[in-house]
């Protein structure tokens, strides 16, 4: 049951609002995260329902407050978060029993719905390309995020430390966001294996390096900012390969998708990248080690296989 002081039946839903920010049911909102509810829920949701009690907001009102969106001109994308932080407040009354029912459930078809716009996974081909159009500091770090799930936030916050050439293994355990290096996006660390090309692409970087030094860097020497990397050197390089379509968060899938139809489970290549509550920190020698080396030396067959097509053709 949530920990949130029982205010009687008159609060308000912008008077309860900064105890949903507080008191969240799972972990501590991230800086960024928190900002985007607020910016949500002043430019959305106060205006149209703010001064409603609690236990006064209704279905009815919710329905209204979606179309009025809707007649405003709003952007779908705008109306669909606007909508899902209004439920997940609400749901966290309904946990603080302060009122029975959460009337923003249970709406499917009255809110309106942005085209899905999945995401891409690469082949190892497409894969070897784009590698093939960066310098070596940023292959390494394309390789690892292709191979190894990382997020790009994740992969500029690693520290010597984290790696472990001898083992294969690369430790994720914080990420940069807002500005900052922090925890990652689940609040859990990771081991992942690497394949042993993206061992070898590590090595030159770590060497003479102190444990706290950044692995991957600008070439001013400071930390790489994702932003920038994106713009100055991942775009350019997947245009020049032939891959315009693609972000780095791309990578990440097709980690997943390529350590599944190398044999791995979905809910192992869901731990390697992070997308699973599992935590493998814990667990990782016990029961993934095997698994997911025999993922790892899959990898480097099929990278070699996919390299040496390339440079026949």
Known sequence: ?????????????SEFFPRFLDAPRNYPLAPKTRREYEKLFRNFIEPLLGQLPLDGISRANVISFIERLQTKGEKVSQIEHAYRLLRAILGFAVDAEL??????????????????????????????????????????????????????????????????????????????????????????????????????????????????????????????????????????????????RISPHDLRRTARSLAETAGASPEEARAMGGWSS????????????DRLRAVADRFDEEMEKAEQWATET
């Open 99 to 244: 009122i029975p029912h959460n009337p923003a459930q249970m709406l499917k078809g009255r809110v309106p719905r942005k085209e899905s716009t999945k995401g891409l996974a690469l082949t190892y081909g497409e894969l070897v390309r784009l590698t093939q159009e960066v310098s070596d500091g940023d292959r390494a770090m394309i390789m690892l995020m292709g191979l190894c799930g990382l997020r790009i936030g994740e992969a500029v916050a690693l520290k010597v430390r984290h790696v472990d050439l001898d083992a294969r293994t690369v430790t994720i355990e914080e990420a940069f966001s807002d500005g900052q290096d922090g925890p990652t996006k689940t609040r859990k660390s990771r081991v992942v294996p690497m394949p042993k090309r993206v061992a070898e692409e590590l090595t030159p970087l770590l060497r003479g390096k102190l444990p706290e030094a950044y692995v991957f860097t600008s070439p001013e020497g400071q930390q790489v900012r994702p932003d920038n990397w994106r713009s100055r050197v991942f775009q350019k390089a997947a245009q020049r390969a032939g891959l315009q």
């Open 278 to 289: 599992y935590d493998i920190s814990v667990h990782y020698l016990r029961v993934y080690a």
């Open 1 to 13: 049951m949530a920990s949130v002081e029982r205010q009687g039946p008159t609060l308000s839903l």
